[in-house]
């Protein structure tokens, strides 16, 4: 059933996304269970990464750009030892180093040049343009180019934990932020080698996973469960929840698991 109309539903949707799905896989699913043609998402997240994947269904979709603004929480897991060809797990090794023997204080002094404001190159396997084609378009055709360093802004990088060759981190950023490339920066920077092991991205904006939905429970709700969450994109979407900042790195600790 289609619903073209001037009374189409409209808003965005909180989706917790699975890993192995593309964005794009959400958008359709989404797309067949509310039965409008517009729908997009707010931010791409890898099929790697975990969490908060902001719908736009209707015509809240004019506000793509505003939520793909919105600051972002990550909790991510960097892995010592090995860099790889996508900066994360899913790659092959490129380059071994041995694991850090730092403690954690030293470890978190480190991480200062990525605070603030910093310049960061993407990954080979990026959406980046370069030369007019997606980097990761390249590289798939066997002609890997490093994109051209840009500025990002990492508003708060937080140890959660340390465990070699494990470190769990709490990420606060603005948009254009690869995390794939903190972990692979990270490793380089202490004189080893290290990539991003698992991604869940928490909040965007004030849409968090705590208020987020599956897909499996999307489906069983139907349309109207689906239209039924919808928020408008107004500013108190736009902006992030301080209330959920501070309980981010706890959830770190204890309620995320890497398999």
């Not at 509310?34 to 791409?44: A, D, K, M, P, Q």
């Not at 508003?155 to 934990?161: D, G, I, N, P, Q």
Request: proline share 5%.
């Amino acid at each position: 059933m289609s619903s073209l109309g001037a009374e189409a539903p409209a808003g965005v949707l909180a989706v917790d996304k699975a890993s192995g799905w593309t964005s794009h896989d959400v958008v359709a699913v989404v797309r067949g269970i509310v039965g409008v043609r517009r729908v997009g998402h707010g931010g791409t997240l890898d099929p790697l990464a975990t969490g908060i994947l902001p719908i736009l269904v209707g015509s809240a979709t004019r506000s793509v750009e505003r939520l793909h603004t919105a600051p972002k929480v990550y909790a991510a897991l960097v892995r010592f030892g090995y860099e790889t060809t996508t900066d994360d797990r899913e790659g092959a090794v490129t380059r071994e180093g041995n694991v850090p023997d730092v403690e954690g204080t030293e470890l978190d002094r480190r991480l200062d040049p990525f605070r603030g404001e910093i310049l960061q190159a993407p990954p080979a396997y990026a959406a980046v343009k370069v030369g007019g084609r997606r980097a990761y378009q390249l590289a798939r055709a066997g002609r890997p180019v490093e994109p051209k360093e840009r500025p990002v802004r990492v508003e708060r990088l937080e140890v959660a934990s340390w465990l070699p060759p494990d470190l769990r981190l709490l990420v606060v950023c603005g948009s254009g932020t690869y995390v794939r490339s903190l972990a692979r920066d990270i490793g380089r920077a202490v004189g080893s080698a290290a990539h991003l092991a698992a991604l869940r991205r928490l909040a965007v904006g004030a849409l968090s996973v705590e208020g987020s939905v599956a897909v499996d429970e999307l489906r069983s709700g139907g349309r109207d469960g689906a239209i039924a969450r919808l928020r408008p994109v107004d500013q108190t979407v736009l902006e992030l929840d301080e209330r959920f900042r501070t309980r981010a790195a706890q959830t770190i600790l204890h309620g995320w698991e890497v398999r």
